[in-house]
C-alpha cells in the first residue's frame, strides 16, 4: 500500500528536462583555446609556465608513450589540469567547474600525469645549492 501511494505521488510532480550538453562543451573547448593560445605572461598566470616548455613537456609525454589522448580529453588538457591543481593549490571541485570534467575525471588523469612525470625523474634538473644573486641582495 505504501509503494503505491508513493507512485501515486510521484505521478503529479513535472519531469526534469536537461538541457543538451552543447553549451557546455562549447565553453569548455573555448576555455582550452584560451590556455592552448595565450601569450607568455597569461600561460604563467594560469599554467605557471610559459607556451614553449608546456609543448615541450606535452611532447615528451607523448613520444615516450607516458601519456595518451583519449577520446575526449587530449594530453595538453590532461596536463593543464594537473598544473592548475599544482600550480594554485586548487581542489578539484574548482578545477572541476574550469574544465567541466568531473571531479573522478580530474582525479584519474592527475594520478596519470603525476605517474608520467615521476617516470621523468632520472631527467629532471636539480637545483643548485646556490641562492640567485637577484634573491639574495633584496632587502624583502
Not at 625523474?121 to 633584496?138: D, Y
Amino acid at each position: 500500500m505504501f509503494m503505491h501511494q508513493r507512485a501515486l505521488r510521484r505521478v503529479g510532480r513535472p519531469l526534469i528536462r536537461y538541457g543538451s550538453l552543447f553549451p557546455r562543451e562549447q565553453e569548455r573547448i573555448q576555455n582550452l583555446n584560451y590556455i592552448y593560445n595565450c601569450n607568455d605572461v597569461e600561460a604563467l598566470w594560469m599554467l605557471r609556465m610559459k607556451i614553449a616548455p608546456f609543448a615541450r613537456l606535452v611532447e615528451t609525454f607523448r613520444s615516450r608513450g607516458l601519456l595518451q589522448d583519449s577520446i575526449n580529453t587530449s594530453v595538453e588538457e590532461q596536463v593543464a589540469m594537473f598544473l592548475h591543481v599544482v600550480g594554485h593549490n586548487q581542489r578539484f571541485n574548482v578545477i572541476h567547474n574550469t574544465f567541466r570534467r568531473s571531479m573522478e575525471i580530474i582525479s584519474w588523469y592527475f594520478k596519470q600525469v603525476l605517474y608520467a612525470i615521476g617516470e621523468l625523474r632520472g631527467e629532471i634538473r636539480r637545483p643548485s645549492g646556490q641562492t640567485p644573486p637577484k634573491i639574495r641582495e633584496s632587502p624583502r
